[in-house]
């Protein structure tokens, strides 16, 4: 689809009285760590700090990284995760899961992360009441890389998910690796011809297949499922998605083994009313303390992702399953009912003709607000947004950053409280009014209306809100 060649960018929309309003920390481009406030000012830049994805901790620190792996080597690592405070000093580093001997590039430790990490007493890296994230002590969850050769999988070698639990010292507590976990996963048969014969190979470093591509971890966390006796909902246990393979699971945090599942295919009686959830990111239980605590919160990306039977869409059987349009997804994780949704037609576009105009192929997320609001990443055009219940856009920017590429993308932002900043003052909150772009001209633009308007004959012209609307006349009524 095409794309305007210009377009605002910073805050375009701000409804104070009805947005839950913080800061929103994300990674701006190439540039850094950026925190804004809702009016869009850049209040603080922690330069050069990356983002897989940044969060920001009590007390004005940031989790980030400060370099990426040799990208003829490795695909999506980076080389640590550290903990820097306010003025870029940095508190607290963990590079040491594996030594790394890349050709032209000195040996060294790394830690391999991508994607994801939750540092302990807060489940999910976002903002929740009473649930606050450690800045001294504690564990962090990371999902790190690893190559493996796992015969039974496919005869290539395989870029492997694996989360590991460190302490504060950077000792490795805990791992689990995915691909040990491979006849629990439920893919059919089809499935796993195709993943033998190509388990995603991509065009970097050893060419080892991107089979799974987990991207995000969480931890459960207190919730109701496991107070009323589903052991399934263990506090402990952790969540992932994994976004090649359209799947969605808890793991056992003891056991190791997936205790609940979605995916990879919704063809079943319990699932077929979810529609086929496809490339999703972010897949987390809503925390408790916040509207809509326990269920499953997830952006839904469509795009292209899944292994299976051939079809049109795919001739060799490797992302077999597509939609050209983005939603967000509430659902019971007991009853599978969906308690919530934002998809192209709640943002007020004509579905199915107009549903791309709501659409991340890849990256992006959902974060629940305490107000009950939802702060949306839609973020291959870069642009982050909340919404109301009742589906009403309150808050609205769009990053003027870009990449390499030439792109505006934003992996992943988060909101959180002014109280957890105490560098800054509490920023004026200024309301900015939607924009009517049916009127909107930049100065020397000729007006709209300014055209001598004819009615055609044979046609009814209705004027409403401005726009020439040409009804047809009816077949009984045109003259031969």
């Known amino acids: 689809m095409g794309h305007p060649t210009i377009y605002p960018t910073g805050t375009t929309v701000y409804k104070p009285e009805q947005a839950w309003s913080g800061y929103t920390l994300y990674q701006a481009a190439d540039t850094g760590a950026l925190l804004i406030d809702m009016n869009g000012r850049e209040v603080h830049l922690w ?13 004005g620190y940031v989790l980030g990284s400060t370099a990426q792996r040799d990208t003829r080597y490795g695909f999506q690592d980076e080389k640590n995760l550290v903990q820097v405070d306010w003025h870029g000093n940095i508190v607290w580093k963990f590079d040491r899961y594996e030594w790394i001997e890349d050709p032209d590039n000195p040996a060294q430790w790394m830690a391999r992360q991508h994607h994801d990490y939750q540092r302990e007493g807060n489940p999910v890296g976002y903002y929740v009441p009473g649930q606050e994230p450690k800045v001294d002590a504690g564990r962090t969850l990371l999902l790190v890389h690893k190559n493996v050769t796992r015969p039974n999988i496919s005869d290539k070698l395989l870029l492997d998910d694996v989360l590991i639990e460190v302490d504060w010292e950077g000792n490795i507590l805990w791992e689990w690796a995915c691909s040990d976990h491979f006849d ?210 309150v808050w609205e920017y769009i990053s003027p950053y870009k990449n390499q590429r030439n792109a505006n993308m934003v992996y992943r932002a988060y909101r959180v409280p002014y109280e957890w900043v105490p560098q800054l003052e509490q920023p004026e909150e200024v309301a900015i009014l939607p924009i009517d772009v049916a009127d909107f001209r930049l100065p020397g633009a000729a007006p709209r209306g300014a055209i001598t308007a004819v009615e055609v004959e044979g046609t009814t012209a209705e004027y409403a809100e401005g726009a020439l609307c040409v009804a047809r006349i009816d077949e009984t009524e045109r003259k031969e």
């Open 47 to 59: 330069k050069g700090l990356r983002g897989f994805p940044n969060k920001l901790l009590p007390g």
């Open 184 to 393: 629990e996963l439920g893919f059919d048969e089809q499935a796993k011809e195709v993943l033998y014969r190509d388990p995603n190979t991509r065009f970097f470093g050893a060419n080892a297949g991107d089979w799974m591509h987990i991207n995000s971890v969480s931890v459960l966390g207190p919730n109701k499922f496991y107070d009323a006796g589903d052991e399934r909902f263990h506090p402990d246990n952790i969540i992932w998605d994994a976004r090649e393979s359209n799947i969605i699971a808890i793991i056992d945090k003891q056991s190791g083994k997936i205790v609940w599942k979605l995916g990879p295919n919704y063809d079943t009686e319990e699932t077929k009313h979810l529609g086929w959830i496809i490339g999703q990111h972010h897949a987390h239980l809503i925390p408790k303390g916040l509207p809509g605590e326990g269920n499953l919160l997830v952006f839904d990306n469509g795009g292209w992702a899944g292994y299976g039977v051939p079809n049109p869409e795919s001739a060799d059987g490797l992302r077999v399953a597509r939609r050209d349009h983005s939603r967000i997804l509430e659902i019971n994780p007991v009853t599978l009912e969906i308690e919530w949704q934002y998809t192209p037609t709640e943002a007020g576009f004509q579905a199915p003709l107009d549903s791309y105009r709501f659409y991340s192929p890849y990256i992006s997320s959902a974060q629940r607000l305490p107000n009950g609001n939802t702060l949306i990443t839609e973020g291959a055009d870069g642009r982050i947004f909340e919404v109301t219940r009742e589906h009403e856009l």
